[in-house]
């Protein structure tokens, strides 16, 4: 079956580094995809991974294993603005539809 | 850049009534738009796959008879819920690939619909 798993909250201090997991199973693998989405709100693209490695975009990177089935967002300098949904999602192959994860909520203290 | 506008962006209506929503792409041609459902706290939940021209493919568990999907042209596509009851309110999201683009979804704003 498809199965997409990442942690359901986190928590992490302004100005800090968090490291958000993602792992899945799926029939099939057309990229990984970061979005971002605020409360109440469309999610937004953060990033994409088809090859193995770490893909950085200012203060985001993101990072990808496809034999482990295995990704991360990586989140520096952390701004109070980051509190937001993250979803990790899996292309399919033969379209363009995603398979979603849940989403890990991220809560920024002062 | 690849804009998606959705509209309305909150509608409330009375039980049994149809809504409809309208996802357009603003700067680029859309051959496939697809359509999302989000309760609060959970993830999207893909409805189905809008193809320019032709019947839309709808998910496992989707009515369609319930929820009508038109895609008439290259840059809009309707999603109308039928009939409307409360346990369809929900945050309805469209979404859609700009042709030349590395399979990046944009998304609507999105629709909140608040059935009474």
């Known amino acids: 079956g498809q199965n997409i798993d990442q942690p359901t909250e986190m928590t992490a201090t302004e100005g800090a580094i968090v490291q958000i997991n993602c792992t899945y199973q799926t029939s099939g693998f057309n990229g990984l995809f970061w979005y971002q989405q605020h409360a109440g709100e469309a999610p937004t693209f953060l990033s994409y991974?088809?090859l193995d490695g770490l893909e950085e975009k200012g203060r985001f990177s993101s990072f990808l294993s496809r034999s482990k089935g295995y990704s991360y967002l990586l989140l520096k300098e952390l701004q109070m603005k980051d509190s937001a949904s993250y979803l990790c999602a899996v292309g399919q192959d033969s379209n363009y539809q995603l398979i979603w994860g849940a989403g890990t909520k991220l809560i920024i203290k002062p | 850049g690849a804009v998606v506008s959705q509209h309305p962006s909150w509608v409330i209506c009375k039980s049994g009534t149809s809504v409809k929503i309208e996802c357009r792409s603003l700067d680029f041609q859309a051959t496939t738009m697809f359509w999302y459902r989000q309760f609060p706290k959970q993830s999207l939940m893909l409805m189905a796959t809008s193809n320019e021209g032709s019947k839309a493919t709808y998910e496992q568990g989707v009515e369609k008879d319930k929820f009508l999907i038109n895609h008439a042209s290259l840059t809009l596509s309707t999603l109308t819920v039928t009939s409307a009851h409360p346990e369809d309110s929900s945050f309805y999201i469209c979404s859609a690939r700009k042709p030349a683009g590395a399979n990046v979804l944009t998304f609507g704003a999105g629709s909140r619909l608040t059935v009474l």
């Open positions: 991974n088809v």
